[in-house]
């Protein structure tokens, strides 16, 4: 056997055998069993999953092609296609063979770095030492694979789905399957939210109110919180606990049932809330019935969910403040307030500012707080299938659950979850709790 | 090409995970080979083919002849909780003494269940026999998840019209129906000195009832929602959609009669019910009914169960004349059986359903639920027509129409409740509220296309 020292002749040569066929460039760099193994492996491939394969693409592009059929009186004779089987079967088979091209391009790099080590001298591993080398060295990528694999099809499958859908006409009643196929559409879907005057100007309203909601929900409950914890806190407050346990009871009564008995405080004509602003001479206020005191009344009663798991969490940061900073700041001669400024607010906003833009995201997408409390309402002539105080997720839910219109569905949660993802990344970019900094300066 | 199903595919993820991660095979080839035999309804649809080739014109002829069971069948009902379900668990006993099937009924609620029925059916979990409210029969039928009315020619003799068209789409029966509801005027019979004949007499004597310091109405009704709304439409003429509620591009929802039904309402608003339409909701016009309250509230059968435990002393009318001297025309809702298009036993479940809908079985739901039978050889039962409230619902029920039923009107209900809502509340000029709400649904519908 003739040693190149010079150049780099085996590692291109088992790359490039790589290339032509998975394992080729192994035996040819004398890693026989290694070699077998990914021939075996991709023998066995094109063999068994070529077929299904090209099957699960070409049902992925057409979204299946024989339609269902029946007989005179309804009942199925054949079965035809389920345009969302195929779709998700594709998808599956796509990241597959992504999983295959990884795999393979894995398999030329080895040939590569093997015949890399073989030009300089080296002798290649025998396969046990190969597998103990890869036991060693790539450790932490074993552990991670499962978790990877299955993060790929928990996480990116239903995604990749989603997103699909708002590319298809898949909705009620004529495309629903397995009875009609689904078809590709391209943008159609897009261009009829903007088409169509009424549903725009409805998802611009929409929207709009969606932000200001998720803003608002989000710092009142936050800085009530704060409020609260801070009170607790505070040295002359007795009976902590009491307070502390009577405080946290909004949060752990199930929504839902305090939500229907909230809606019938705030009725207008018949609620408690009223009655007594009348017993006091004040006038009746239209809770429900216009536009912005129903969101009055949804900020308002959002705080009185929200506002106990801030408390609890600050009460929590609060106490593991250091005596000694107050301390030293008191013989700095600080006041209450500056110390509040200056070492219990920063220490505060740095232990939940990340907590805050998960706030944020959750109260974009609050659909009990909307559905059980106004179920959008009042009516807004402006709008189409949505009321004053719709947001939405819940303009979402009453356009498909009740109509079936998966594809626009589709459509309006891409734009939600390019809204949400957007302001969330610029938001961690910008917190300082991410950067590892010290924290006090 | 075929269709595979989940569990093939996980299997294959399984598969192809154990290749990657430890690099060895397993047995595989014998898997490709399941997919053949997995296409479980293959067997069941040709054995149906055979027997129903013959009668697509006349299903009737079917019905004569003795069907041919399948063999081994055995049945999933679903049908609504408490009285209801005891009902189906009856009808499900006297069913297998019949016919020695075996029946099983699970508690789906019917307005549930053609939503379940559109994952459930084709994954082949579905009931064979469910019950569902009649408007969804288009819904259902384009979405291919039911079949036909087996017995159509006998349904359709021995039931109300009503029933029929309710449960018809395009021209075809598909529903067994079991009870048929409206709403009518329920009055406190210890408040109330008479019986409105007219909506003027109705105003007069819920004018001289009110007293809102004392929280004390003459009349409600829940406002907003077009179930209710339409009976003021339907009373001056209007309708839906044209054609009997079959063309979904002819919306009566702007024209004459529709706004004077609009106007009327608002009349209502002004004259006897100045509350804003979020406030007047469907819990406090029961209790304030409940309480003594309340003179006249427009409200169904099924409210009736809960005022008798109350102790209340009530009586159920028809809702009163117009000024035109018409009975305003309220949506009914006949509850039907469908048999789902996936069942493997299509000829045992019709069976089942038509056993349903006999005259024996409707009577005993009317023992046992208090609904009202759908049956024309029950429509002068003595038991039935004693029984104040039925009567009463029967009385409103021939001025009723069914609810529509093609897949179109579910875009009706949000933009037709909107409309009402804005001209109860605000002063909005009824056409302007009815047209807008008549583009939107117009819209949705060429949206649907």
């Keep these: 056997m003739v040693v190149h020292l010079n150049g780099k002749r085996h590692a291109r040569t088992g790359a490039l055998l ?58 199925i004779v054949v079965q035809g296609d389920h345009s969302i089987i195929l779709m998700i079967t594709g998808i599956i088979f796509a990241l597959l063979f992504v999983m295959f091209l990884a795999v393979y391009a894995l398999g030329i790099r080895d040939a590569y770095k093997v015949g890399e080590a073989r030009d300089k001298g080296e002798k290649p591993r025998g396969f046990a030492q190969s597998v103990l080398h890869a036991w060693e060295q790539g450790f932490a990528y074993i552990l991670l694979t499962p978790a990877f694999v299955f993060a790929l099809f928990t996480i990116m499958l239903p995604l990749i789905f989603g997103i699909l859908i708002a590319f298809t006409n898949y909705s009620g009643p004529n495309h629903l399957p397995p009875k009609n196929l689904v078809d590709w559409v391209g943008f159609e879907t897009f261009t009829s939210l903007i088409r169509f005057r009424a549903w725009s100007k409805t998802f611009v309203g929409v929207l709009t109110w969606t932000v200001i909601w998720a803003v608002l929900a989000t710092f009142t409950t936050y800085f009530i919180g704060l409020f609260y914890a801070l ?47 009348k017993l006091m001479g004040l006038q009746a206020i239209p809770w429900f019935s216009d536009p912005l005191w129903a ?19 600050m009460s929590g940061v609060l106490t593991n403040i250091d005596r000694e900073l107050y301390e030293a700041a008191e013989i700095d001669g600080a006041n209450g307030f500056q110390r509040f400024r200056s070492i219990t607010l920063p220490l505060i906003l740095f232990s939940t500012a990340p907590l805050l833009i998960m706030s944020f995201a959750h109260n974009f997408n609050n659909f009990n707080m909307i559905y059980l409390f106004t179920s959008g309402g009042p009516a807004n002539p402006a709008y189409s299938y949505a ?55 | 090409m075929n269709t595979r199903n989940k569990k093939w595919m996980s299997m294959v993820i399984l598969l192809v995970l154990a290749l990657v991660l430890a690099a060895c095979g397993g047995g595989k080839s014998d898997n490709s080979g399941n997919t053949g035999g997995n296409a479980g309804g293959a067997s069941s649809s040709g054995q149906n083919s055979g027997n ?9 002829d079917a019905g004569s002849e003795e069907p041919q069971i399948e063999e081994g069948a055995q049945l999933l009902v679903w049908d609504n909780s408490d009285a209801e379900f005891e009902w189906a668990q009856y009808v499900a006993e006297e069913f297998t003494k019949q016919y020695g099937i075996p029946v099983t009924v699970e508690n789906v609620n019917h307005t549930d269940a053609p939503g379940k029925l559109q994952t459930d059916g084709p994954a082949g979990l579905g009931a064979d026999v469910f019950l569902a409210p009649h408007d969804h029969t288009g819904n259902m039928a384009s979405a291919g998840l039911i079949l036909e009315n087996f017995y159509s020619d006998e349904i359709i003799n021995e039931h109300i019209d009503a029933a029929i068209t309710g449960g018809s789409y395009d021209g075809k029966l598909y529903g067994y129906p079991v009870a048929v509801e409206t709403y009518g005027l329920f009055y406190n019979k210890d408040l109330a000195d008479k019986v409105p004949e007219t909506w003027q007499e109705l105003f007069e004597l819920a004018k001289a009832f009110n007293d809102p310091a004392n929280q004390k109405y003459g009349f409600m009704y829940e406002v907003g929602n077009f179930y209710y709304d339409f009976s003021f ?13 079959t063309d979904p591009n002819d919306l009566g929802l702007n024209s004459e009669a529709a706004v004077k039904a609009a106007q009327f309402v608002k009349r209502i608003h002004d004259e006897i019910l100045p509350i804003k339409k979020e406030d ?22 099924w409210a009736a169960a809960g005022y008798r435990d109350a102790g209340l002393n009530f009586g159920v009318a028809p809702l009163p004349k117009l000024d035109n001297g018409e009975h305003p025309a309220s949506f009914s809702g006949i ?18 359903a038509k056993f349903a809908a006999s005259k024996e079985m409707q009577l005993k739901r009317f023992e046992i639920t208090g609904q009202v039978p759908t049956r024309k050889d029950l429509s002068d039962d003595p038991t039935i027509m004693n029984d104040p409230v039925v009567s009463g619902i029967l009385d409103q029920a021939q001025y009723a129409i069914p609810m529509p039923n093609i897949p179109e009107m579910q875009t009706v209900w949000g933009p037709m409740a909107s409309a009402f809502s804005l001209i109860w509340n605000e002063n909005i000029d009824p056409k302007q509220a009815l047209d807008d709400a008549k583009k939107q649904i117009e819209d949705a519908i060429q949206l649907m296309q």
């Design chain 1, 295 to 313: 969101k009055v009344a949804i900020v308002f009663v959002n705080i009185w969910f929200g506002f106990p798991y801030w408390m609890a969490l």
């Design chain 1, 18 to 75: 790589s290339l032509l066929f998975m394992g080729l460039g192994q035996i040819y760099n004398r890693q026989f069993v290694k070699g077998l193994l990914y021939a075996l492996l991709e023998l066995y491939v094109v063999i068994f999953w070529s077929k299904p394969f090209a099957e699960a693409m070409r049902g992925l592009i057409t979204l299946g092609e024989s339609v269902q059929q029946r007989n005179a009186r309804g009942a």
């Design chain 1, 387 to 441: 009321g004053s105080t719709d947001i939405l997720i819940s303009w979402i839910y009453k356009l498909t659950l009740e109509q079936n219109k998966f594809n626009m569905a589709s459509v309006v949660s891409i734009f939600i979850f390019i809204v949400v993802a957007g302001f969330s990344i610029w938001n961690f970019r910008r917190t300082r709790a991410f950067k590892e900094e010290d924290m006090v300066q």
């Design chain 2, 233 to 245: 439409i339907g009373g001056y003429g209007g309708y839906v959609f044209g054609a009997g509620n």
């Design chain 2, 335 to 352: 509850k039907s059986y469908y048999v789902n298009a996936y069942t493997k036993y299509p000829e045992a479940a019709s069976l089942y």
């Design chain 1, 231 to 277: 009170l607790l806190n505070h040295r002359v407050v007795k009976f902590k606990k009491f307070w502390r346990t009577l405080l946290i009871l909004p949060w752990a009564v199930p929504g839902v049932i305090s939500l229907l008995i909230f809606r019938n405080l705030f009725n207008g004509e018949f609620g408690p809330i009223n009655q007594y602003l």
């Design chain 2, 52 to 60: 129903s080739g013959g009668n697509s014109g006349g299903s009737g």
């Design chain 2, 280 to 301: 007047i909701t469907y819990d406090i016009k029961d209790s304030l009914f409940k309480e003594g309250k309340l003179l006249f509230n427009i409200n169904g059968p």
